[in-house]
């Protein structure tokens, strides 16, 4: 059998899954990635060393997984590293007027002093009807804001929903999917899971292996098109060298890929080229000492410059890093936003009111180091007509497909979802391929 010719553009989780799987098969894959390190949105930097010199990396991006996360919890026991996953059951909570409250279990939800206990008990029914759903069908077509306002009620949509909806997606809150909403509360789990050491582990091991069995992974490698060939083959352009392939899986926006594209039909490029997204910041800080008891602080007080405090360390404890305490302060924002031209400096000097808002001992010199991460197109905008709009795998330009975040509705982004679409789309193409 002949041997395929595949390029696989971006080596995030759905990349090197679907590149693992086709060289598995017989594939000549070839990986091309524009970032120095593979991973996409779960890749890491390093932290610290352990004594026998071996790295510890921490995401650039908060990231942990939930026990219904079967997809990636299976590929991380297939390449060896199960023995790293660990499941601790950290402190998640909400800051509303001015406190720091729980919301993370039955009897904190009880306690939950910002709203009356009438509200609590009937947002709580709320909360385990939708985990208790096992689909998200019955819900399409509204938006989350009509919906929980209809059955949460008024108030504790105020208090808890809609500002949650806001810090994330801004302007677009009130146009939310509800399906989203629920997959939110379905699909999560208290206890979390993380991979000691860092998920980067996880990548670096596949990137590895697909080398080993005869694959290319180009890293620092950015693709400046993609053009078809009257013989069915695709050329790929990137760093200034050019490849022939018999098939290409780009794991690009949906956009990045139409505009890359040349021939690629117009009304395609209109209907599919456009998906709002926002883009991905966190500030990293490396702190000497812990800031509060809390893993996740979802901001639901108005006037924050950031949506989210993660500290990490309150997760997977400081020993594994040195004895650093590792913080992250999130945000989703517009990618024009002028946050993202900002230096760490400005950004701490932006931030360190508010964070002293919720810890007032908080100082400056607790800080011992800064890092500022962005991403663009890391949180789809997932609409109630999202789902109307979503690109196909198959494209119009023949052996040229598509498969990306903006794929994995109701959901919106995860690792998970990500290797889960990448087996379905690999199962999909074998099958083809010989039919």
């Known amino acids: 059998m002949t041997c395929r010719r595949t390029a696989v553009l971006g080596a995030g989780a759905l990349g090197l899954t679907v590149a693992y799987r086709l060289v598995q098969a017989g594939d000549a894959v070839t990986v091309i990635e524009r970032e120095p390190e593979a991973g996409g949105l ?18 650039k991006f908060y990231h942990h997984l939930f026990r219904a996360d079967h997809a990636a919890t299976s590929l991380i026991d297939e390449l060896g590293l199960g023995d790293k996953l660990v499941w601790p059951t950290p402190v998640s909570t909400i800051l509303r007027d001015g406190g720091i409250h729980r919301l993370d ?13 009438v509200d609590r008990l ?30 949460m009620g008024k108030n504790a949509y105020q208090v808890f929903a809609e500002p949650l909806l806001r810090q994330k997606f801004g302007e677009y809150s009130d146009k939310i999917a509800m399906p989203w909403f629920w997959s939110r509360v ?9 991979l000691l050491g860092g998920f980067q582990q996880m ?9 080993s069995m005869g694959g290319t992974v180009s890293l620092g490698t950015t693709v400046t098109s993609i053009d078809p060939r009257a013989d069915g083959t695709i050329s790929i352009a990137a760093n200034g060298e050019s490849g022939v392939y018999d098939r290409v899986v780009s794991t690009l926006p949906a956009r ?22 926002l883009g991905a910041h966190c500030l990293v800080l490396e702190l000497d000492r812990q800031m509060t008891d809390a893993y996740w602080i979802a901001v ?22 040195g004895g650093k305490h590792l913080m992250y302060v999130g945000n989703y924002l517009p990618m024009k936003d002028p946050l993202y031209s900002r230096s760490k400096e400005e950004l701490v000097a932006q931030f360190l009111p508010y964070l002293q808002r919720i810890n007032p001992a908080m100082s400056e010199s607790w800080i011992k180091e800064v890092h500022s991460f962005a991403a663009p197109f890391a949180q789809p905008v997932v609409t109630k007509d999202f789902k109307a709009e979503m690109a196909p795998h198959v494209t119009p330009i023949p052996n040229l497909f598509m498969a990306n975040m903006f794929q994995v509705y109701p959901q919106d982004r995860g690792q998970n979802y990500s290797i889960a679409m990448a087996e379905r789309l690999v199962r999909r193409l074998e099958r083809e391929a010989h039919s």
């Open 42 to 59: 779960a890749a890491g930097f390093e932290v610290a060393k352990r004594p026998d010199g071996t790295p510890v990396f921490l995401e």
């Open 105 to 117: 279990g039955i009897i904190p939800l009880l306690k939950f002093q910002p709203l009356p206990f």
């Open 300 to 321: 639901n007080d108005p006037g924050y410059p950031f949506l989210a405090v993660v500290e990490h360390t309150n997760y997977i404890p400081p020993s594994e890093y």
């Open 122 to 151: 009937r947002m709580g029914a709320v909360l385990a009807y939708l985990k208790a759903e096992k689909g998200y069908q019955r819900l399409e077509g509204q938006t989350a804001e009509a919906w929980l306002t209809r059955w």
């Open 256 to 277: 990045i890929t139409i505009g890359l594209t040349s021939n690629m039909p117009e009304a395609f490029s209109r209907k599919y080229g456009q998906g709002t997204a």
């Open 186 to 194: 379905h699909l999560r789990s208290t206890s979390l899971g993380y």
């Open 203 to 211: 990548y670096d091991t596949l990137a590895h292996r697909i080398r």
